[in-house]
T-cell receptor, first 114, second 114 residues
């Protein structure tokens, strides 16, 4: 299986600041995704991180708010910009493995914005 | 994306079988049926998936109705560790990178009583 790590695991941030979340995979993967899980809610897909090109954002999510980098096939970052308390969520990275025909999820980054 | 309908919650006793239903009446011919579960404070994990035929793996069985408009995830012998939110998700398998993203519904919260 693909092993995914995320940094930081949690953080408490002030309103108006930005936080960059890192996602590292132990093998090369083509497809990498970023999800958000607001308190008590299900997961919502933010964007697909594309290697070598701009991320593909879902409806309701924009690059200015959630810039994403994907410099290679094992690493991606998600930045939550100009944060407000409404951004308090768990942010999860996931990858699709063709070998296993399933998605693997990271442990998540728990963000609290004061 | 085709939608799924699941009960909000179900309860089971330890060491008894659990049948988790999912309705997907608008499923298309190329949609795979995936099941993921999310244990408390963890990212989702893959359980099983299928297209038309029933599937078995070490974690569970997936029974798919003949018309494919519903499916049932079967845990043969529930343990306390199986307490989680179970998500039934349809994934378009007709090809292309964007078809590997998952759209999560609210899922079923399974409680396992000792």
């Amino acid at each position: 299986s693909a092993v995914i790590s995320q940094k930081p695991s949690r953080d408490i941030c002030q309103r108006g600041t930005s936080l960059t979340i890192q996602c590292q995979v132990d093998s090369q993967v083509t497809m990498m995704f970023w999800y958000r899980q607001q308190p008590g809610q299900s997961l919502t897909l933010i964007a697909t991180a594309n290697q070598g090109s701009e991320a593909t954002y879902e409806s309701g999510f924009v690059i200015d708010k959630f810039p994403i980098s994907r410099p290679n096939l094992t690493f991606s970052t998600l930045t939550v910009s100009n944060m407000s308390p409404e951004d308090s969520s768990i942010y999860l990275c996931s990858v699709f493995s063709r070998n296993y025909n399933e998605q693997f999820f990271g442990p998540g980054t728990r963000l609290t914005v004061l | 994306d085709a939608k799924t309908t699941q009960p909000n919650s179900m309860e089971s006793n330890e060491e008894e079988p659990v049948h988790l239903p999912c309705n997907h009446s608008t499923i298309s011919g190329t949609d795979y049926i995936h099941w993921y579960r999310q244990l408390p404070s963890q990212g989702p994990e893959y359980v099983i998936h299928g297209l038309t035929s029933n599937v078995n793996n070490r974690m569970a069985s997936l029974a798919i109705a003949e018309d494919r408009k519903s499916s049932t995830l079967i845990l043969h012998r529930a343990t306390l560790r199986d307490a989680a939110v179970y998500y039934c998700i349809l994934r378009d398998g007709s090809g292309g990178g964007s078809n590997y993203k998952l759209t999560f519904g609210k899922g079923t919260l399974l409680t396992v009583n000792p």
